[in-house]
C-alpha cells in the first residue's frame, strides 16, 4: 500500500484501498480489535471478521463525519482487506439523492421553457425561473458537501494514519 498522499487523494470523496495480508481474517479481526482497544479515547468503532467501521472520537457531531470501511475478504487463497474513507453510508446515498433530483427538476424545467419558446406557448413562464433555482440548488449542496470535506479533513487524517498503522504491518506483497 502506498502511503504518499497524492493529487488523487485530495480530489477523491472517497478514497480507496485494496491491499493483501498473509494472516486470516479471524486474526486480521483480533489484531485490529486490540489496535482500536490501545487507541480508546482516539477511535471508536464495530469490528468482525466481515466488516470493520472505524471513527474518530471528537466532542461534535456533524453531518461529514468520516469514517474507515475495512472489508475483509478472500480471494485467491489470500486474504484482501478493502477499505473505503467517507461519510457515512446513509449521508452519501442523501447527497447522491439530493445531486440526482436537483439535476432532473433542472432537465425537466428547462426542457418546459425550451419547447414553450419553440412552440411559442405562454403556458410556464415559470420554467426558466426554476430551472436557475435547481441550479442554485445544486450548488448549494455542492458547497454543503465541500464545507463537510473541509470540516472533517483532520479527522480523515487520523483516519489514514490508523489504517497505515493498523494494516501496514500485515501486508504482503503479491
Sequence with gaps: MQTEETTLDKIRNRPRFKMYTHLSKETYAENLKKYLAEHKGEFS?????????????????????????????????????RGVFGPSSSVWTFFMFLYFLFSILWMTFFTMYYVEKKIKSFEYPWALNASFVMLFCIAATYAAARIGQIKA??????????????????????
Design 45 to 81: 468503532g464495530n469490528v468482525n471478521k466481515e466488516m470493520a467501521t472505524i471513527c474518530v472520537e471528537t466532542e461534535y457531531e456533524q453531518y461529514w463525519q468520516p469514517q474507515l470501511a475495512l472489508r475483509t475478504e478472500i480471494e485467491d487463497n489470500h486474504t484482501v482487506i
Design 153 to 174: 479533513k483532520d479527522e480523515m487524517k487520523k483516519l489514514r494514519k490508523f489504517a497505515e498503522e493498523s494494516t501496514l504491518p500485515f501486508e504482503k506483497k503479491i
